[in-house]
């Protein structure tokens, strides 16, 4: 039973930071946990509901307390079996909606991917994942201890070029807390300025060795890009804008891995993936696993080609980039 104070109106300010904490955490659970009012909780521990109020304020922005929203995904399993027959995948993971790559549509897909990962049997110790904003929506969705202990490696370069508004380089540790586990990251850029400097990173032990464990991760979970201003390549500062306008003309559809396809999955530009350091998007084909995470208009092309060229043999997406690709098939 918690303790009342005797006056009637305590200065929080006068309060050691251990004391206005006790006064936090009561206040936190009577009004989240036991239902309570504010006003309430405030006969109980001596305050103004005023007070009350910046308590449960502070409790939010000091992490004691954590709101998620929560959208209850629903799934579209007609859809999910007619992707897995066309494109002889092992699981289609369709999710309701436009996908019109907001942040609610990312956020139910992520969501789908993170409940996939996390189900997996056996779980995978060794996981690789790329980087990007639709794999950091992933990690956010992460059950806690999802695979205990597990091992992550990032699959491609991510030391940015840019500082971006939200982090999306740091996904392999993100991946890793979630799972109580360890990261092994890839300490270089996605690109480099010149082919010979690739090569000289990539003979490096502590490269070489990251690397060779990307090939040899049974399980890999990726986004996929696109061709667009918005690309995560151009907000970091890997490719201007221009760039995209050419790669596009020349046949490029998205990336994968930072390697710029074309609607067959072939490289579109051999120069520019000279200078790309990371795995080969060649070697996602022989993955035991191999997710593809994508949302929206702008990645139904990127989606179409991954999925012909067997790149995946996952796909976690929306409802209308899945209609797309169903599309696709049966024009093929």
Same mark, same amino acid.
């Given at each position: 039973?918690? !303790?009342?104070?005797?006056?009637?109106?305590?200065?929080?300010?006068?309060?050691?930071? /251990?004391?206005? /904490?006790?006064?936090?955490?009561?206040?936190?659970?009577?009004?989240?946990?036991l239902d309570r009012t504010m006003a309430d909780i405030a006969k109980q521990l001596g305050l103004t509901r005023w007070q009350v109020a910046r308590l449960l304020k502070d409790a939010r922005e000091q992490g004691v307390v954590r709101i998620e929203i929560i959208p209850r995904a629903q799934?579209?399993?007609?859809l999910e079996t007619r992707l897995q027959r066309a494109y002889g995948l092992i699981e289609a993971i369709v999710v309701p909606g436009e996908g019109d790559d907001d942040g609610l549509a990312v956020?139910?897909?992520?969501?789908?991917?993170?409940?996939? +990962?996390?189900?997996?049997?056996?779980? $995978? $110790?060794? !996981?690789?994942?790329?980087?990007?904003?639709?794999?950091?929506?992933?990690?956010?969705?992460?059950?806690?201890?999802?695979?205990?202990?597990? /091992?992550?490696? +990032?699959?491609?370069?991510?030391?940015?070029?840019?500082?971006?508004?939200?982090?999306?380089?740091?996904? =392999?540790?993100?991946? =890793? !807390?979630?799972g109580n586990g360890r990261a092994t990251l890839l300490p270089v850029p996605a690109m480099v300025g010149r082919s010979e400097t690739r090569m000289v990173l990539e003979r490096d032990p502590v490269i070489e060795t990251v690397l060779a464990l990307g090939e040899q991760a049974p399980v890999v979970c990726l986004g996929l890009g696109s061709m667009t201003p918005e690309s995560v390549l151009v907000r970091s500062g890997y490719i201007a804008e221009s760039e995209i306008a050419r790669l596009r003309k020349a046949g490029a559809v998205g990336d994968v891995l930072g390697r710029f396809i074309d609607a067959d999955a072939r490289i579109v530009d051999a120069e520019l993936d000279a200078r790309t350091i990371g795995l080969s998007p060649a070697a996602l084909r022989g993955k035991a696993i191999s997710i593809g995470v994508a949302v929206g208009l702008r990645k139904h092309l990127v989606v179409q080609a991954a999925l012909k060229a067997r790149l995946i043999n996952v796909l976690v997406t929306d409802e209308q980039t899945?209609?797309?690709?169903?599309?696709?098939?049966?024009?093929?």
């Open positions: 039973m918690p !303790v009342r104070p005797d006056s009637d109106d305590v200065d929080l300010r006068s309060l050691s930071t /251990e004391g206005r /904490e006790v006064l936090m955490l009561q206040a936190a659970k009577g009004y989240y946990n799934r579209r399993p007609e956020d139910s897909v992520a969501q789908a991917a993170g409940q996939f +990962l996390a189900a997996l049997t056996p779980r $995978p $110790p060794l !996981v690789g994942v790329s980087w990007g904003r639709t794999m950091a929506s992933v990690a956010h969705w992460l059950p806690r201890r999802w695979n205990d202990g597990v /091992e992550v490696v +990032l699959l491609n370069g991510a030391m940015n070029v840019h500082a971006t508004a939200t982090r999306t380089n740091n996904i =392999a540790e993100l991946f =890793a !807390v979630a899945a209609l797309a690709a169903l599309e696709a098939a049966r024009g093929a």
